[in-house]
């Protein structure tokens, strides 16, 4: 694998990993690299010093351990490796309706948080006016909503980042 820095057109930097230089070149090419800041697809490696091992050396003397000094703290486990994909033009558009679908609910329904699924068993029953909403909802939550006939649509999670 190899880091790259990498620069818009719009002077924004950033940085990500690429299987080889000619995977950088086809995704680049295809319009797939584009920066997290601004999404321009004009994208090119920016100028970087490499690191390179001196082999006119010997080993580095260790350094001595600080007397009384706390056990470092154990490494915080991985998290477990999440599904990818890498996108064509199909999965862009579907994502940008993703997109448009999640701003077009946050502007036009009432946000609920977590009280989700209380408010739309109450709405569903008369016992407050109906109104659109959105929130979140629990597993169990949903299956409940589902077997008392409220009709909801579960919202997909966009991607934080655009790499």
């Known amino acids: 694998m190899i880091r ?11 940085e990500s990993w690429f299987a080889s ?7 680049a090419k295809r319009g797939f690299v584009t920066c997290p800041i601004c999404n321009s697809a004009k994208v090119e490696r920016a100028v970087m010093a490499p690191a390179v091992a001196r082999t006119d050396r010997g080993p580095r003397p260790a350094e001595p351990a600080p007397e009384a000094a706390a056990p470092a703290p154990a490494p915080a486990p991985s998290p477990a490796p999440q599904p990818a994909a890498l996108m064509g033009e199909k999965e862009l558009a579907f994502r940008a ?3 448009a ?5 946050a502007a036009n329904a009432e946000p609920v948080g977590k009280r989700f699924a209380e408010e739309a068993l109450k709405i569903h029953h008369g016992e407050t006016e109906n109104r659109a909403i959105y929130g979140e909802a629990s597993a169990e939550d949903a299956q409940m909503l589902h077997e008392e006939g409220v009709e909801f649509l579960p919202l997909p999670r966009l991607p934080e980042g655009r790499n």
């Open 4 to 14: 790259y820095t990498l620069i818009c057109d719009n002077a924004h930097e950033f």
């Open 21 to 27: 230089s000619a995977s950088f070149d086809e995704q």
């Open 97 to 99: 309706m993703l997109t």
């Open 101 to 105: 679908l999640h701003e077009h609910v």
